[in-house]
């Protein structure tokens, strides 16, 4: 099994920026990859960002150029960035590793709320 613990949520201006991290229980090289979701209120869960093992990061459109993906292999963390956020970018943020191939399957942490205020 795998625990995820995410961090650095809470109210923040637009322009403004916060930083999440997501500490795993197991060693982050035994994922194949990270990703941050997120989940609008009254909406669907959406892909943020994503890095793998060998460092690729891969964003969702809505947020390239705003949102910077990093991972501490050391302290089994994976980052997110967020510049200039919007009201928009409001949600709640998951973490998710993909496990399937030690652990057979995804995990996910409890997320942590984003709100950006206009």
């Known amino acids: 099994q795998v625990q995820l613990m995410e961090a650095g949520g809470g109210l923040v201006q637009a322009g403004g920026s916060l930083r999440l991290s997501c500490s795993a229980s197991r060693n982050i090289f035994t994922f194949d990859s990270m990703s941050w979701f997120r989940q609008p209120p009254g909406k669907e869960r959406e892909s943020v960002a994503q890095?793998?093992?060998?460092?690729?990061?891969k964003y969702a459109d809505a947020v390239k150029g705003r949102f910077v993906i990093s991972r501490n292999n050391t302290a089994n963390t994976v980052y997110l960035q967020m510049n200039n956020l919007s009201p928009e970018d409001t949600a709640v943020y998951y973490c998710n590793v993909d496990g399937k191939t030690l652990y057979g399957g995804d995990f996910w942490g409890k997320g942590t709320l984003v709100n950006v205020s206009s």
């Open positions: 890095i793998t093992n060998s460092n690729r990061p």
